[in-house]
Each structure stands twice: as structure tokens, then as C-alpha cells.
Nanobody
């Protein structure tokens, strides 16, 4: 069972940038799709972005398209989320997740089977 640990959250101002990282251990990271999700106070967890095991397929939620970039470094077993032009509505706990099945060309949010504990991002206006 993989262990996922997020880092990089913090308090920033609107318009700032922040990069989140998610370090994986416990299984072959490079064979699995990964995703970022977030949960704002009082709201349900929502999809942010997803990347397949090769990095050749990436998808984003409409709310972050063009501002956020997801990437991965398989040698470092690390997933990244570069967040630019942050808005107060981006305030949330951000979670990384790993696909429950390996080598899927088009992973989806519903297929994520493993989760980190999250890192808090707060964007002030």
C-alpha cells in the first residue's frame, strides 16, 4: 500500500503562486496515475487535476485550467501541482491520490484508491 505525503501548503495572497509536492513510497510510483483533489471548508472534496503514469495524459478541472499545472518526476517518486494566479476560492486542503490500478492510459477521479492526509492552502484577498 503506497504512502503519500503532501507538502508545500501555506498562506499566500491572491495572485501569488505556490507549488505543492506529494512524495510516494511503498510501491512502484512510476506505474500509477496520480491526482490532486481539494476540499474547501464546508464543501465536498473536488477534483483538481490528474496525470497518467507516463505523464502523457493530463486533465484539469475547469476552475483551475490555465492556472494550475500538474507534473510528476518518477525518479523522485514525486507529484507536483504548480498553482499560479491563486484566488481566495482556491483556499482548501489539497490532497494527492494514487490510482488503484497500474498502467491506465486514462485514469479517472473515481479510480483513485489511495490518499494522502492533505496540505492546507489559504489564499487571502
Amino acid at each position: 500500500q503506497p504512502q503519500l505525503v503532501e507538502s508545500g501548503g501555506g498562506l499566500v495572497q491572491a495572485g501569488d503562486s505556490l507549488r505543492l509536492s506529494c512524495t510516494a513510497s511503498g510501491r512502484t510510483f512510476s506505474n500509477y496515475g496520480m491526482g490532486w483533489f481539494r476540499q474547501a471548508p464546508g464543501k465536498e472534496r473536488e477534483f483538481v487535476g490528474i496525470i497518467n503514469w507516463t505523464g502523457g495524459y493530463i486533465a484539469y478541472a475547469d476552475s483551475v485550467e490555465g492556472r494550475f499545472t500538474i507534473s510528476r518526476d518518477n525518479a523522485k517518486k514525486t507529484l507536483y501541482l504548480q498553482m499560479n494566479s491563486l484566488k481566495p476560492e482556491d483556499t482548501a486542503v489539497y490532497y494527492c491520490a494514487a490510482d488503484s490500478s497500474p498502467l491506465r492510459k486514462y485514469p479517472d477521479a473515481g479510480g483513485m484508491g489511495y490518499w494522502g492526509k492533505g496540505t492546507l492552502v489559504t489564499v487571502s484577498s
